[in-house]
């Protein structure tokens, strides 16, 4: 005969009170389902002042719908929150501290709304936990950040809560499974409601995974963060991308890399076919990409450059483009894209031959900064400044067993990112020599 005990009381506190707060909203929703006008109420009834609350929020997709839902809760009822997003990009994320509905926030991007938090601040209005890079972030949610909520996005759901993120998936798993395994709420936002299961065209979030959905007043908003009117790349950036193919790609062998954002980067890719084939270099370097879908891979891709792309997020007019090419990108069977933010930075960090990014400041030994007077852009400034310490350390220590990556060992690798960074200075010295001649002032930046 087989007994059934109930946990000791001692051990569910979390389970209790969380079954405490979704009593309180039942009566606003069918089922999981939420009604879109009644989204402010309910989070006022499921918040509590102080919870840690994850809102979804990269450098693209944003669950905007929720952010500003959130923005309108009465800060008498609500208050005092610990905030945990992953990029502050919209103004809405900024207004909860203004308005004392949050506190306190830990982050990993802030570019478009650095000023701001410097300024809030200053102001005593805003207090930073600290800045992270993505993958310590999520990796804080099952440590010492463990939410209380989550607030996310999806493309569609069904009516029992399971659902669809599209090609852009991105960081949505990350941020959701800590909450649904340690009895969090879970409220995902989404552009279409379906009646049955049958009707996504795959679950990428299950339901027992999802507290409650609601439909959005309107999609859900993407930064098409990378598609830029290529008209302005310039001819300093083909110089530099003609520099660093020769000076770094085929001098250190780059094979794999993340190519990070930016004209520079697009430069790059679009002149491999053309510049890096007259050098004999196809097959040799750039074969391995952690890379959003650029248009600007495109001519790489068509000429066989190009094996295989992991990707962060989407692109917005690529989706026919990459549903064609399932050799290329990670596709489901449907040919829709399978983005993995968290699967990506792991790779771009710890996976590739060479990085590709951008700061505030830096100095002639690497040492990097996104953090300056009045203004705190974010976690590059953590990146960058281990990203060097690692290659330091790496350049002095031997090879040690197991750190294999890529078939070739971690501390072997180092070495490689240091020559390069050494290569990329020389390089910089000498083009800023030259452009100081008045001859190629036409150059400069």
Same mark, same amino acid.
């Not at 009644?38 to 994850?54: C, F, M, P, Y």
């Not at 830990?106 to 478009?112: K, Q």
């Not at 949610?141 to 009516?159: S, T």
């Not at 669809?164 to 709420?185: K, Q, R, V």
């Given at each position: ?17 969380? $079954? ?39 450098? $693209? ?81 099952? =440590? ?26 991105? @960081? ?82 780059? $094979? ?32 391995? /990409? ?36 399932? &050799? ?5 069977? @449907? ?27 830096? &100095? ?14 974010? /976690? $590059? =400034? ?20 197991? /750190? ?38 036409? /150059?400069?930046?």
């Amino acid at each position: 005969m087989t007994t059934t005990t109930s946990p000791d009381a001692r051990w569910t506190r979390r389970r209790t009170e969380k $079954q405490r707060r979704l009593e309180q909203v039942r009566a606003l929703a069918d089922g999981v389902v939420l009604p879109t006008d009644k989204i402010v109420a309910a989070l006022e009834a499921l918040l509590v002042s102080g919870d840690r609350v994850v809102l979804e929020g990269n450098n $693209q997709k944003q669950a905007d719908f929720l952010s500003r839902a959130l923005a309108k809760v009465d800060p008498g009822k609500v208050h005092d929150l610990h905030m945990i997003m992953p990029s502050v990009g919209r103004a809405e994320h900024l207004d909860l501290f203004e308005q004392g509905i949050a506190r306190k926030l830990d982050f990993s991007f802030a570019g478009t709304q650095s000023l701001r938090i410097s300024q809030l601040l200053e102001d005593g209005l805003l207090e930073i936990g600290a800045i992270h890079t993505y993958i310590e972030l999520y990796s804080r949610l099952v =440590v010492d950040l463990i939410p209380n909520v989550v607030l996310a996005a999806g493309f569609m759901a069904d009516r029992a809560g399971n659902i669809y993120t599209g090609p852009s998936t991105e @960081d949505t798993p990350a941020l959701i499974e800590p909450a649904a395994f340690s009895d969090g709420i879970v409220i995902v936002q989404v552009n279409q409601l379906v009646d049955d299961v049958s009707e996504l065209p795959r679950v990428d979030i299950p339901a027992s995974w999802v507290d409650f959905v609601v439909v959005a007043d309107k999609p859900f908003y993407i930064e098409p963060l990378f598609t830029r009117d290529l008209r302005h790349i310039k001819p300093v950036h083909v110089l530099m991308a003609m520099m660093a193919i020769r000076g770094i790609y085929e001098k250190h062998n780059v $094979q794999s890399l993340n190519h990070g954002i930016g004209f520079n980067t697009a430069a790059i890719e679009l002149i491999l076919p053309t510049y890096g084939e007259s050098l004999g270099l196809k097959g040799k370097i750039c074969r391995n /990409w952690t890379l959003n879908p650029h248009p600007t891979l495109i001519p790489a891709i068509e000429s066989g450059w190009v094996e295989s792309v992991h990707c962060f997020g989407t692109e917005l007019g690529m989706e026919n483009y990459i549903a064609a090419r399932p &050799d290329v990108f990670f596709t489901e069977r @449907d040919g829709s894209l399978r983005s993995n933010r968290q699967l990506c930075q792991l790779a771009g960090q710890y996976a590739v031959d060479l990085f590709i990014g951008a700061t505030l400041q830096v &100095d002639g030994d690497g040492h990097s900064s996104t953090v300056t007077r009045g203004r705190l852009a974010g /976690w $590059q =400034v953590l990146a960058a400044h281990r990203t060097w310490a690692m290659i330091r350390a790496a350049d002095v220590m031997p090879p040690r067993h197991g /750190w294999t990556c890529a078939n070739r060992t971690r501390a072997a690798r180092m070495p490689i990112w240091s020559a390069a960074k050494s290569s990329w200075c020389r390089w910089s010295r000498r083009f800023r020599r030259a452009a100081s001649r008045p001859s190629l002032k036409r /150059w400069t930046l």
